[in-house]
């Protein structure tokens, strides 16, 4: 194997090429008629095996890959012309455009990634650049630095379509029938293919040509060969170079490590996020991976706004180029992207199989009838074999296409592009969707609502006018911890940290190198009120440590002017702080402060800092003092209280969803808390429901152990109050009966109960309603594990957090329009959630049109079948005329227009089937058939029982060319309308779609050929007749009757379809056969089960509530009395602010908070 525990692993196999075998292999492929090279374009293993052998792969000539999905790949093996630096000479292959080298040491292929470092340390040692010995043994061995795509021969993409088995079988169809002369619709059906291959390989060209361009960039670069300064062309990076990066807007050609310097980059092209990132020198710290070390990476594709240095020029060292960096592996992504399973094609495919097989009584009926009438054998054999041309709808691949295109068409007018149309059918399947919140639910930016600072221990009071807020260390971390920059003299990076600079009253500047500054050294950044005249002194920016989502946290190493003392300042999740702070420091109520916060959908920020040592110096600040020293033994300091507010669509949006039964779920990074209460205002949660929340705690011997309590209780909230009168008892269980409850849980639970109780992890995925605190990995996964227990899964996010979740979804949404959004299918312009339910609607009406279509088309071709089984037991078929009539003027435009009938406007509970062969669906095509053939039926025996029937004459010799005839005329006739009835009663209106009235043009159709099917059975020209084969009768009446036959057949066939079918079926049985039948999804059986054991969630309800203190109309007492507080701590008295006033903060959905004091003490108070 290779790439051994990595997404990519794959296993090998050497293979080298073998006269012998190959000479045998050729001629079974000669002698098959190159059928082996068919089977070859669909596993091209076939063709390897029958003319290579096994090897092992040191010697391998071609090696056969084969992933995790069971793809096959095929690479011809390569030997090095300069061995390593070891002395070993090697072999090589490439697959997806990454380079792997034969180790002799370690017997196997290795992917060549990049520069071998162990730690940062060696990175440091490199800073004077390579030799050009080593430039050319770098060079030999990693290539050039290029991505540059390839494009493939048009033959190739046109030999790669028409292999397909549906373009196989119409090639067949079209041979069989230019045999027969029957040119017009073989040239329809030819033209058609040529169309649909023709933009197939055009699209796919654009697309190549559009990533070719977008990704292959060329510029010149400033590198130190031999310690001096070169400037070269970026292609000839190579690892291990030092690059002095331009202090103007410039674009990273390669993955580099920042090793003297800070820059500003955007990186939305690879990450989504739109705002400046801040990149910092590495330090010497052990170790070096990209994934550990992003804050000191700059990587390919993002773009560096600024950079400067306060020692001289900004140099970085190349690490990985070419499709080993960051913008390589999206790229690589995007031409290699993992294979989705489209249920729908396979059925597709599988239909084709089984109804070749039902076609197998038809040919045997054929070959029979003809035998026994004397025709000739060759006559016989075309006949049976165009017997085998109408079981499978040729143009069914087609007709699918354009349904697709249609939809596309329509959630473009939406503003939502799709990558790949194929994705909308996963949208009409949908039964989860998993939001984000911040940027997703709620709006992007976040306000400060006010400041809780905290001295000795003690919380003091909110402060909610942050320009009252006196110099302390709340002052300095709101001035300092944030990672702003100015560029152009306008001030970058995280809105909020903008805002709340401007709010403050203090300013940025970035000295220049030689500028005089009131520092022994200049720093990076310095920040100083505005207003000279306050006593705040101007602090230096040594160090900074920009937030990252993986830690959760910022810091920043501060010192002020004239001053010898350093400073270090953390701003993050209240958690993370916590744990980085002396326990002496921290509030003994700090949890229940908290909770009363974030219960209110308040998202906190906790800030601690500490001096650090007098002795201290300026270097051992900037670099040397590693960060997990800076961090320890914190102080903490207080809260920053944030502001979060709803988009206004998010509500109505949620609520849609959730009444239609598509449960909706919560995935974020934030606090739980926080989370619990935006997703109770977004109606996420209602208000009869219960949250539960499910903590675990390692135990013994690998073992978890899992606590549950109640954060919410079912049918109250803290808008209620609770009356103390009750007791427990009396109000827990007449709630807990019967009532809907709701997990939610942290990133830490989730992955614990994930790798040690897989029971417990489903019942986790499947109850549980808020995610929060959770990784970019652990969104990822909890999106494969609802898929896991039969879910099809949505995802709406917008920031890089997403991308991983976006990609596994069956369809991933995303609402930032930077490049990052090729992460998944559908990209939204409108930055809010209502695209899900266009999505949705439009997935329903394009799920509800293929099943439509796919039944219109095999009843076409089946009532075709049937009519011309009629006909055969006369020794009789179909004229050229009569196919050429039904082929091409009744049956071709509507299934090829069908996809245009918009969507239903409205989200049902019913959902659309997701599979062809849906028990709904096979009665509906079989009924119809049915009930076809017993129409067909009497109008055969009603033209046989005229008077002035004339049976007819079977001659031989015009076996392919039929005089006219009255059985014909009449069975014909019938024929025709079924096609116009197919077209109305398969082509679905509500719940899923709007109704055929609503589609002009559709409409317009159906009528017109209604109009034309009609005149043709009741009084057509003679030419007319005569084309199509049709024998007028002797008395008019007869051709009347069959116009009224068919009038009844259609009037019989819509209410057997409409009200027998889709309403009594579909609403009555269906719903008894589901019951009696069970679940047959693993979430249908969860749920089952669930709502069986009522002792399960393990919660103690009684203790969850007991001690509960008498009822206040203070909003905050009925909080504390649903979190457990401590009953000294429950009801917190309202306390003015410093600006001598009430504030009181408004948040949507919830009654008006107003701050109040949460005060500690030396020692835990007694109940």
Known sequence: KINMGYEDEMTLEGYKWALRKAVIGWTIIILTAGVPLILASWKRSILLKLTHILCHPDEAQKVLLKDKYSQEFIESVFQSSRPLKDGCSYCYFFNKRIKYIWKKDLQRFVKLDGLEVDSCQDLLTMSSGLSGSDVDYQQSLFGENSLLIEMTPVYKLVINEVFSPFYIYQLFIVIVWMVQLYYQFGICVVLLSVISVSVSVWQTRKQTRAIKEAVHTESPVTVLRDATEVTLSSKQLVPGDVIILSEKHHVMECDAVLITGDCIVNESMLTGESFPITKVPVSAEDGYTCTANKRNTLFCGTSVLHSRSTNGRVTAIVYRTGFNTMKGELVRTILFPKPVHFKLHADVMKSMVIFLILGIPAMIYTGIIFSNLGAFVRDIAIIVIDVATFVVPPLLPAVLTSINASAQRRLKKNDIYCLNSSYINFCGALSVVCFDKTGTLTEDCLDIAAVVPCENAMLQPAVSNLKILPHGPMLVA??????????????????????????????????????????????????????????????????????????????????????????????????????????????????????????????????????????????????????????????????????????????????????????????????????????????????????????????????????????????????????????????????????????????????????????????????????????????????????????????????ANDCGALKAAHAGVSLSVAEASVASP???????????????????????????????????????????????????????????????????????????????????????????????????????????????????????????????????????????????????????????????????????RKSIISNKLYLAIVVIEFAVVSYVILYPAEFIRSFINFKEAPQYEFHAFLFVLSLLNFIFSYIWEVFLVQQFLVNVVMPRLHHWRGPRQLHEKLEQDLSSDTTWPPVNTAASIEDRPPSSPDHNSSSAALLNLPASEKQTPKLKFQSEETHELSVVGRPTLTFSTFRGSSKRRKN
């Open 478 to 799: 709101l001035a300092t911890c944030h990672s702003l920059h100015l560029i152009d003299a306008d001030v970058v990076g995280y809105e909020m940290d903008i805002k709340t600079l401007q709010t403050i009253d203090w300013k940025l500047e970035e000295p220049k190198l030689g500028e005089p500054v009131p520092f022994d050294k200049i720093p990076a950044r310095i920040v100083m009120p505005r207003n000279v005249r306050l006593s705040s002194p101007s602090l230096g920016i040594v160090r900074q440590f920009p937030f990252e989502s993986q830690l959760q946290r910022a810091t920043v190493v501060v010192t002020a002017a004239s001053s010898t003392l350093f400073h270090v300042y953390c701003k993050g999740a209240p958690e993370i702080v916590q744990k980085l702070c002396l326990p002496a420091t921290v509030p003994e109520n700090f949890k229940e402060a908290l909770e009363s916060y974030t219960r209110h959908g308040l998202r906190i920020l906790a800030v601690a800092s500490k001096a650090l040592p007098n002795d201290t110096t300026w270097d051992q600040a900037l670099h040397l003092l590693p960060r997990a020293e800076l961090e320890y033994d914190l102080h903490f300091r207080g809260f920053i209280v944030l502001q979060n507010k709803l988009k206004p669509e998010s509500v109505s949006t949620i609520t849609a969803l959730e009444d239609a039964l598509i449960k909706t779920v919560m995935v974020t990074g934030d606090n739980l808390l926080t989370a619990v209460a935006v997703a109770r205002d977004c109606n996420m949660i209602k208000e009869a429901d219960a949250v539960i929340r499910v903590e675990a705690e390692a135990a013994q011997h690998g073992t978890i152990k899992a606590v549950y309590n109640y954060i919410k209780l079912p049918g109250l909230s803290e808008k209620i109050p609770l009356s103390y009168k009750a007791s427990a008892d009396d109000i827990a269980v007449p709630l807990l009966s019967d009532c809907s409850y709701h997990l939610a849980v942290d990133g830490r639970t989730f992955n614990l109960i994930r790798l040690h109780d897989k029971l417990l992890f489903k019942k986790l995925v499947h109850k549980g309603k808020v995610f929060a605190r959770m990784l970019p990995e652990q969104k990822l996964q909890l999106v494969e594990a609802l898929q896991d227990i039969g879910h099809q899964v949505g995802m709406c996010g917008d920031g």
């Open 826 to 992: 559908f990209t939204a312009q409108r930055q809010n959630i209502q695209c899900m339910i266009d999505m949705i609607r439009e997935g329903r009406a394009t799920l509800a049109a293929t099943f439509g279509a796919f039944r219109y088309m095999v009843s076409y071709c089946f009532v075709l079948l049937v009519g011309a089984l009629f006909l055969f037991w006369d020794g009789q078929k179909p004229s050229e005329g009569a196919y050429v009539f039904i082929d091409v003027f009744i049956s071709l435009v509507p299934p090829m227009i069908f996809g245009t009938t918009g969507p239903y406007p409205a989200l049902t509970r019913r959902a659309p089937a997701k599979s062809i062969s849906n028990v709904v669906s096979i009665f509906s095509l079989l009924s119809f058939i049915v009930i076809q053939t017993g129409f067909h039926t009497v109008a055969y025996v009603f033209c046989i029982q005229q008077p002035w029937y004339t049976p007819f004459v079977f001659d031989k010799n015009l076996v392919h060319t039929p005089p006219q005839s009255y059985v014909a005329t009449a069975v014909l006739s019938v024929n025709c309308m079924s096609y116009v009835i197919a077209a109305v009663i398969f082509s679905p209106g509500p719940p899923f």
